[in-house]
């Protein structure tokens, strides 16, 4: 269905476009909670005056811990539009991870839920040892309604003003990313560019006024916020979260609810393929589904179409620093071009292969997949030198991956980022796993690689050599990993070694290491 579209060019500014476009549809929904745009407006600026009222000035950072939800997005928009910076948490992470990220953010507020899946995430953030974390809010319950209750008059109309006075070229938030040495990252983006992707991702997949977007992607990464909800407050669609992956659940929502988007990674299509008792027809409603992030084969792609009754299934790619957009197959192209390509660009993004001197290769010729466009990060936060190592002087993006495009711009993904791996979705650095690994008392060395899973695609198989007169045990280690670190990076298998393979310099070549 055609509309009128936005032309707001700030995340919350769009919402205030789609209020005065499409007041009575629904923004989103989220349980027995329907809000249409006007009332998702008013939350979004009752939040803002709160923020303005816990003395958050523009510029300021404000850490966001939760699951997918409409409390989540609302906390996203209101922190945004008192020209505050929202930085994402991965739910999955431990303290550690987290006091880092906040540490390196600078971060002077944090919103955080009470509890998920028995953690108590806004507990386990007063907990943390953060000396410039001025104030930690609780992401529902009576902790949020006090929160919200503490502003004024006064601090609405701060608010409002705020938001007036938002620019494109605003920070609009910092998502944390791991590079090939282990050390997490912070991606910079600007309000504009993140917009301005969003209605092209849009484009490309033909979402469009009134879709309703099932999000299993997670908010904290860039598919579930950049090409998630803020694709819907563009479009005017409608966001419908889900935190979890529960395959009964996720179909009565589809039905009840009437998704016509179902993205995911390659287990939810499986796990829904699974189901001996799926209900037929219980997609009927889906007309589109995006799958990637992990090797899919052919057979996947048409099970999707004839059993799952999906009619278009799409595969991107794309990084953290280019809002998590570059390439997209089109509508129509068959399961063999989805498996075996990543798509091509889309408008606005220029894609090219180039060898180590950044020469354009012949088509079809190996090198570095190069990105250019408005999807491009401003840069690394507080790194020039990692920020100069991966934009060209002339805006070419590094994103360390190998590929090769055919004659039709498509383009092939060969080798992922160095050793970079993917489990169900979530990108796994093994520097970063061994970095954390190294710290128990009785690991000598480690190494870190990807080994395939036929339902997450890949998993992580860890190499140690244990210290001197000590002794490791598989199910001791995999618990102590548990405790520490998100549950995706966990190593599945443990394989004791007396040493490891290495260069003349130290380093451990990894592709000696026994199957």
């Not at 997005?73 to 991870?97: D, H, S």
């Not at 040892?129 to 529902?140: G, W």
Request: aromatic share 6%.
């Amino acid at each position: 269905m055609s509309a009128p579209t936005t032309t707001a060019l700030t995340i919350p500014g769009l919402v205030t476009d789609a209020a005065k476009l499409w007041p009575d549809d629904l923004a989103t929904i989220d349980g027995d909670l329907h809000l249409t745009f006007a009332q998702l407006e008013q939350r979004m600026l009752e939040t803002a005056a709160a923020f303005v009222a816990a003395g958050l000035k523009p510029g300021e950072r404000v850490g966001l811990w939760g699951p997918n939800s409409a409390a989540w997005m609302i906390a996203c928009l209101g922190i945004q539009a008192a020209g505050g910076v929202m930085v994402p948490l991965n739910t999955r992470f431990k303290g550690g991870e987290v006091q880092f990220a906040l540490a390196k953010a600078k971060a002077i507020m944090a919103v955080a839920a009470p509890e998920f899946l028995g953690v108590r995430h806004a507990d386990i953030v007063r907990g943390l040892d953060l000396p410039l974390l001025r104030k930690t809010v609780d992401l529902s319950g009576d902790g949020w309604q006090a929160f919200i209750a503490g502003a004024s008059a006064a601090d609405r109309k701060e608010a409002e003003a705020r938001l007036a006075a938002l620019k494109p070229e605003d920070l609009c938030d910092i998502m944390f990313t791991s590079g090939t040495t282990g050390e997490p990252k912070g991606v910079l983006s600007a309000h504009g560019q993140t917009v301005k992707t969003a209605r092209l991702w849009a484009k490309a997949t033909s979402f469009g006024y009134r879709d309703r977007f099932l999000l299993l992607w997670p908010y904290f990464h860039s598919a579930g916020y950049k090409a998630g909800w803020v694709v819907c407050m563009a479009m005017g669609g409608a966001a419908l979260p889900e935190p979890v992956l529960d395959g009964p659940k996720l179909l009565e929502r589809v039905e009840r609810d009437k998704a016509t988007f179902m993205p995911g990674p390659p287990t939810l299509f499986q796990t829904l393929l699974a189901m001996p008792d799926r209900k037929p027809g219980a997609l009927d409603s889906v007309r589109v589904s995006v799958t990637g992030a992990a090797s899919v084969g052919p057979s996947l792609i048409e099970a999707i179409q004839n059993d799952l009754g999906v009619p278009t299934v799409l595969t991107g790619y794309g990084l953290t620093e280019c809002s998590g957009t570059a390439t997209m197959s089109s509508v129509g192209d068959p399961p063999e071009t989805i498996v075996n390509t990543a798509g091509k660009a889309i408008e606005g993004v220029e894609v090219e292969i180039m060898d180590d001197d950044l020469n354009i290769v012949p088509r079809g010729e190996t090198g570095e997949v190069m990105i250019r466009g408005i999807s491009v990060m401003i840069g690394y936060l507080d790194d020039p030198e990692a920020t100069k190592a991966t934009i060209t002087p002339d805006g070419w993006l590094h994103s360390g991956d190998i590929g090769f495009m055919d004659e039709q711009g498509y383009v092939a993904i060969t080798d992922r980022k160095k050793e970079m791996f993917i489990t169900g979705g979530f990108n796994v650095y093994p520097a970063e796993v061994e970095r954390m690994l190294i710290a128990h008392p009785a690991i000598f060395q480690v190494a870190v690689v990807g080994i395939p899973d036929e339902r997450m695609g890949e998993v992580c198989c860890v190499y140690v050599v244990p210290k001197e007169g000590m002794t490791i045990e598989e199910d001791e280690l995999i618990a102590w990993s548990r405790e520490r670190m998100a549950n995706y990076k966990v190593p599945r298998k443990v394989v004791v070694c007396d040493s490891l393979p290495t260069t003349p310099t130290g380093k451990v070549q990894k592709f000696k290491l026994p199957v």
